[in-house]
């Protein structure tokens, strides 16, 4: 059934979806009609608009960067560490999602200013404050930025098949091996749409900003506070970085559309090749960095051979070189001792799987 068919079997439906669009269309459309075109270069050539788009862009960046930095092993240990008070804690992180941004402020306020819990000792100590400085912006642009970075790699970290890192730690692989060569680029995908939605978060920060850092320009004038300024004095300047802004957003939006759904595609995720040899040879040999030099074979069995049509064949991955000759590890009922990966000699693995990630 075509997309045409079900639209004319659904008017309703149809009708509903495109208020929505018209909804969401109408105000952006509004925005291009009013943009000042033969003016937009010597609006966004102003002082005040140079400064806020240099400072956003620094801002922005530095509270990206910062994200990957915390974010990283913050979903890593929500993924995959259990812990008592997981919930509460990932609770903690994904507030700042629903909490508005003014109140984020006010609890950055209460908690990093001259007179806040932390920021008093650390003015007492060292004389630094944060408030109404540039990093005071970085820090509350991170605020509401690392939750984006956060949920999306814990997401793709949830979502991998974890067995390709079981075989690279029996293989020899030590943990720093693994996450750099199996791990990373299986997430790969994860990392770029978190990095980039955390980025456009940032970027279009305006009510954690103001509260916290203020609206000082060349400091902290931001973007967003910089069109909220000149929408009083000088509405052409304000529709101009406001068409940028829409410009950035819309974009990230585009492309990200796919990992925002759910859909992300990731380098390990299709059929993985068998290995194949002239003469029917099912015998391959590889060598794996991690493994300090040792050589490791990797044999498989085709499905024609397997005598039990309800267990699939496996590919065993073994240090030895002395296993060269295919072998197949049945289903079975029988109770099996769990043994740590890296502590393994033989790893199993699916041949739909592939052992590493290319």
């Not at 459309?29 to 862009?57: H, I, V, Y």
């Not at 970085?138 to 999306?152: C, G, R």
């Not at 997430?187 to 970027?203: E, Q």
């Not at 529709?239 to 925002?260: D, G, K, P, T």
């Amino acid at each position: 059934m075509t997309s045409s068919t079900l639209l004319r079997r659904r008017p309703l439906t149809a009708l509903l979806a495109a208020f929505a669009v018209a909804f969401f269309a109408i105000p952006l459309l509004a925005l291009l009609f009013r943009a000042p075109w033969s003016s937009l270069p010597e609006n966004l050539g102003t002082a005040e608009a140079r400064d806020a788009l240099r400072l956003s862009l620094v801002t922005s960046c530095s509270a990206a960067a910062l994200s990957v930095v915390f974010g990283l092993p913050l979903a890593w240990c929500l993924a995959r560490v259990e812990f008592p008070g997981r919930s509460l804690v990932r609770g903690l992180v994904l507030l700042p999602l629903v909490l508005p941004p003014v109140v984020g402020g006010v609890a950055l306020l209460g908690a990093f200013s001259r007179q806040g819990l932390v920021g008093a000792r650390l003015y007492d100590l060292f004389g630094f404050q944060l408030t109404f400085t540039t990093a005071g912006a970085v820090m509350a642009e991170t605020f509401v930025a690392l939750p984006f970075f956060v949920i999306t790699v814990e997401a793709g970290l949830r979502s991998m098949d974890r067995r390709t890192e079981e075989i690279a730690a029996t293989l020899g692989a030590d943990p720093r091996t693994v996450f750099r060569r199996v791990t990373l680029p299986a997430i790969a995908p994860s990392l770029v749409a978190g990095t980039v939605l955390a980025w456009a978060r940032a970027l279009g920060e305006f009510g954690a900003t103001v509260t916290f850092a203020g609206n000082i320009v060349g400091r902290t004038q931001t973007l967003p506070l910089a069109v909220y300024l000149q929408l009083e004095s000088n509405p052409e300047v304000a529709v101009a970085l406001s068409l940028v802004l829409m410009v950035v957003s819309l974009v990230v939006i585009v492309a990200l559309a796919r990992s925002l759904v759910g859909v992300v595609v990731s380098r390990n995720r299709g059929p993985c090749r068998s290995p194949r040899r002239r003469g029917g040879d099912a015998r391959d040999t590889g060598r794996f960095r991690g493994c300090s030099g040792a050589r490791c074979w990797l044999c498989w069995v085709p499905t024609a051979q397997a005598r039990r049509p309800s267990c699939a064949p496996w590919r065993v991955c073994s240090r030895s070189p002395r296993a060269r000759s295919p072998s197949v590890a049945w289903c079975s009922r029988t109770p099996v001792v769990f043994v740590e990966p890296d502590r393994r000699r033989v790893g199993l693995v699916r041949r739909t799987t592939c052992c590493f990630p290319t």
